[in-house]
């Protein structure tokens, strides 16, 4: 059987803010796109008795067995969802690893939605929620391509955007451990996102937000600041954010001729650093 293909894109929070706690997880509300960057997954069904999983690209060492896409077929077999059927993957990744781009995330959520598309699978939404909430919390915002605004109650609102915003994401060459930042969480703001309207992305609005968790990866990671204050003077540059717990900050330019002149910039000051223009879909 021939391979179908799968783009999986990368998820940016474009603001983020921190709304409380329950027992064990923060309530979070968030404003997110999604790139033209994507990872690239093949996926066919074979003749065995395993799931086959192979993870290929610059960013696929550091993935172990127990990763987002086992732990879906895991579930979905669990649950006598894929009668029996077995599958080959083998993903490329073109997304850095934590980074805050939510690529693992991306990846169960795009072959969760290729296996109901195709009615391999058939499943209620309810069920879907559920699903997505046993790999992680990420992974139902990858059910969806448009950008949308997470609400403090876990709620979506879709948005259909058609201008593009330019990104220059940086990643540095080291991960920023998301329990390590939470767990340094002090504070809450009161919920500013529960009626979401679709002005919320002009960059006039978005310049005035910004993500709660930053300051603290700030303070936890300081080569983070260093990069931030660099690209805080970039020319042209409309704002700088860190997206979700990082360590990728992202620089905003209203066109592409910006972004990658400040691309050059970049690469020549921070060599080691991986950077990549981009723009949201």
């Given at each position: 059987m021939s391979y179908s293909k799968i783009k999986s894109y990368a998820k940016i929070n474009l603001a983020l803010n921190i709304v409380g706690k329950t027992s064990s997880l923060h309530k979070i509300e968030s404003i997110i796109s999604f790139l033209d960057l994507h990872d690239e997954i093949l996926i066919r069904i074979i003749k065995s008795k395993h799931h086959k999983i192979k993870f290929v690209g610059k960013f696929s060492k550091k993935i172990n067995s127990n990763n987002t896409v086992s732990k879906l077929l895991k579930i979905l077999e669990k649950k006598k969802l894929l009668k029996n059927l077995k599958f080959e993957i083998i993903i490329k990744k073109n997304i850095p690893i934590k980074a805050g781009l939510g690529g693992g995330s991306m990846n169960a959520a795009s072959i969760?939605?290729?296996?109901?598309?195709?009615?391999?699978?058939?499943i209620s939404k309810k069920e879907i929620y559920q699903i997505c909430s046993l790999i992680g919390s990420d992974v139902?915002?990858?059910m969806h391509t448009n950008s949308l605004i997470l609400k403090s109650n876990n709620s979506i609102k879709h948005f259909l955007i058609k201008k593009n915003i330019f990104t220059l994401i940086i990643k540095p060459g080291f991960g920023c451990s998301t329990k390590k930042i939470y767990s340094k969480v002090k504070n809450f703001k009161k919920s500013i996102f529960n009626q979401p309207i679709k002005s919320m992305f002009n960059l006039d609005f978005l310049k005035k937000m910004g993500n709660d968790l930053e300051l603290?990866?700030?303070?936890?990671?300081?080569?983070l600041n260093t990069l931030k204050f660099f690209l805080m003077k970039l020319s042209s540059v409309e704002f700088?954010?860190?997206?979700?717990?990082?360590?990728?900050?992202?620089?905003?330019f209203k066109s592409y001729k910006?972004?990658?002149e400040a691309e050059k910039k970049v690469k020549k000051q921070f060599i080691n650093y991986w950077c990549k223009t981009a723009k949201t879909i």
């Amino acid at each position: 059987m021939s391979y179908s293909k799968i783009k999986s894109y990368a998820k940016i929070n474009l603001a983020l803010n921190i709304v409380g706690k329950t027992s064990s997880l923060h309530k979070i509300e968030s404003i997110i796109s999604f790139l033209d960057l994507h990872d690239e997954i093949l996926i066919r069904i074979i003749k065995s008795k395993h799931h086959k999983i192979k993870f290929v690209g610059k960013f696929s060492k550091k993935i172990n067995s127990n990763n987002t896409v086992s732990k879906l077929l895991k579930i979905l077999e669990k649950k006598k969802l894929l009668k029996n059927l077995k599958f080959e993957i083998i993903i490329k990744k073109n997304i850095p690893i934590k980074a805050g781009l939510g690529g693992g995330s991306m990846n169960a959520a795009s072959i969760f939605k290729h296996l109901i598309k195709k009615k391999i699978i058939r499943i209620s939404k309810k069920e879907i929620y559920q699903i997505c909430s046993l790999i992680g919390s990420d992974v139902i915002l990858g059910m969806h391509t448009n950008s949308l605004i997470l609400k403090s109650n876990n709620s979506i609102k879709h948005f259909l955007i058609k201008k593009n915003i330019f990104t220059l994401i940086i990643k540095p060459g080291f991960g920023c451990s998301t329990k390590k930042i939470y767990s340094k969480v002090k504070n809450f703001k009161k919920s500013i996102f529960n009626q979401p309207i679709k002005s919320m992305f002009n960059l006039d609005f978005l310049k005035k937000m910004g993500n709660d968790l930053e300051l603290i990866a700030l303070k936890e990671y300081t080569k983070l600041n260093t990069l931030k204050f660099f690209l805080m003077k970039l020319s042209s540059v409309e704002f700088v954010r860190m997206t979700g717990s990082g360590s990728a900050i992202i620089a905003y330019f209203k066109s592409y001729k910006m972004c990658k002149e400040a691309e050059k910039k970049v690469k020549k000051q921070f060599i080691n650093y991986w950077c990549k223009t981009a723009k949201t879909i």
